[in-house]
């Protein structure tokens, strides 16, 4: 393990993604705010989670439960507000979404703009809407407009995960807090638990055989998270929920009664994501370069994970990792602007790259047969998969700052059966403190008319770059270029 101290750059502000110590902050993210826009490169923690990744101070201590400003100015018009002294204060956000008509293809539908923090986390569930900021707030947004709010007392918002009428969120202080919609007001969310439980955490403080060496010289008690929780994930039953940690660490828990069953000291630096598969399998990948895979194993009533392969070992970092609805196709995105996947039915060999990228890749999402990637270059790659080839359709520009975090939902209603063009709905979350809402559509731009206006062009590229020596499994790779062809397959 590298000593975090030695490192010669600042710990970050405002990121969920633990990059490699290597790696400038200029190689990562060119912009002229590195302050605000720079990322954690650093294993683990100083002290606590609140001595780094520190947020710039808030503009104010909102209420989650206030209403939304909703107005018509464009969404380039600036706005000031005010820190409110009373809960009851308006909230900082205002809506910018244009009317369904002018809307009939890939673009931007709208966006939704706050004052108040960086989004750090997105949740989809229908059309509901689930946003986490800095502002230890989370949102709830019905039809692109605000629906209600809840607040957690401590923690910035790392990541959400719906779980039928509960919600999971992963938080800056390790904790995960748990919350449950009402059943007699939908938009009423009560808190109802933490994980760790506060009776767990008691009886194991008692227990010395419940602590583990979590710093030179320094123990913890195995079931508690010691630095921020980067990732989660549900099993495919959804009776276990994963988290995946700065503190290198995956843990298990049971949802049934919150109970952790499990903790695996899955790498030798941050986990920066966690992906519950198929067949019991379990992927994560770290900022020490690695995808692994575990595999599940019951146990009477509890659960054992067991270490089965490396899929991917290299340099930079792995800050994000995907599986199609499917659970055909493994994807993860790495700090060097790249997405590599492996398919099940190949038994998890490597697939290929996705080139899109000119900086880090900080989040991937998955919906049918499209991929989205949001990157540090504030873009946003949407790619196709047919048969064993990926395309990209188009790229998404319209963030200022980098790309934090993805949600796409598929559009019933904006689905035309006859022609089978599906129709997808993506928000996605950034460090320019807004949320934007696009619509995506699975087919190629055609022309409608002589007279069509082509989109714009798509900022993708592909490399013939051998990739032996990054992917120790590959031999060797071939590129093709067609249709805006944009993958790396292995001949």
């Known amino acids: 393990m590298k000593n975090s101290r030695t490192s010669n750059y600042d710990m970050a502000t405002d990121s969920n993604v633990v990059l490699k110590k290597k790696e400038t902050v200029g190689e990562t993210m060119q912009t002229d705010d590195q302050d605000e826009y720079s990322f954690r490169l650093s294993s683990m923690s100083e002290a606590s989670p609140a001595n780094h990744d520190r947020p710039p101070p808030p503009s104010g201590s909102s209420s989650p439960y206030n209403s939304a400003v909703w107005e018509d100015t464009p969404a380039s018009s600036t706005q000031t507000w005010d820190p409110p002294s009373s809960p009851l204060s308006k909230s900082p956000w205002s809506s910018h979404v244009a009317p369904e008509s002018s809307y009939t293809y890939t673009g931007l539908m709208g966006s939704l703009v706050r004052e108040e923090g960086h989004i750090y986390s997105l949740a989809a569930s229908g059309d509901l809407l689930y946003t986490g900021s800095d502002s230890k707030n989370i949102r709830v947004w019905k039809n692109q407009k605000e629906f ?16 039928g009428e509960r919600i999971f969120t992963g938080h800056q202080d390790g904790k995960i807090r748990v919350w449950k919609i009402s059943g007699k007001d939908p938009s009423v969310h009560k808190r109802i638990g933490t994980l760790p439980t506060f009776t767990a955490k008691i009886k194991s403080s008692f227990n010395p055989n419940k602590y583990v060496e979590v710093k030179k010289k320094q123990n913890a008690i195995w079931i508690k998270h010691v630095d921020a929780i980067s990732s989660l994930s549900l099993s495919e039953d959804k009776s276990m929920l994963y988290s995946a940690s700065w503190d290198k660490t995956i843990k298990v828990w049971r949802i049934s009664d919150s109970k952790c069953l499990e903790s695996i000291n899955a790498h030798d630096d941050a986990v920066n994501s966690v992906i519950a598969g198929f067949d019991g399998l379990v992927f994560t ?19 054992k994970h067991f270490f089965s392969q490396t899929l991917l070992k290299q340099e930079c970092a792995v800050t994000a990792l995907a599986l199609d609805p499917y659970a055909t196709v493994l994807y993860g995105g790495s700090s060097d602007g790249l997405v590599n996947f492996w398919e099940r039915a190949k038994f998890l060999s490597h697939g290929g790259v996705l080139r899109g990228h000119k900086l880090a890749v900080l989040c991937l999402a998955t919906s049918g047969n499209l991929v989205l990637s949001g990157s540090a270059d504030t873009n946003i790659c949407v790619w196709r998969r047919e048969e064993e080839e990926h395309f990209c359709l188009s790229v998404l520009s319209g963030h200022t700052g980098p ?35 696009w619509r995506v559509s699975a087919q190629p731009w055609t022309p409608t008319s002589p007279d069509a206006a082509p989109p714009p062009p798509q900022q993708h590229h592909v490399e013939n770059q051998s990739l032996h020596q990054r992917i120790p499994s590959a031999q060797s790779f071939s590129s093709s270029v067609g249709r805006g062809k944009a993958s790396q397959r292995k001949k």
């Not at 607040?151 to 959400?160: F, T, Y």
């Not at 770290?286 to 009533?301: F, L, N, P, Y």
């Not at 934090?404 to 928000?427: F, I, M, N, P």
């Open 403 to 437: 790309v934090k975090c993805l949600a796409v939902e598929e559009d019933h209603k904006g689905t035309d059966t006859r022609s089978g063009d599906k129709q997808y709905t993506a928000y996605s979350g950034s460090l320019d403190k807004s949320v934007k809402i």
């Open 148 to 163: 209600s709010g809840f607040k957690s007392n401590s923690g910035l918002v790392k990541a959400i995960i719906i779980a």
């Open 285 to 303: 990948g770290s900022a020490d370069g690695t995808i692994k895979v575990w595999r599940r194993e019951m146990q009477g009533k509890g659960t």
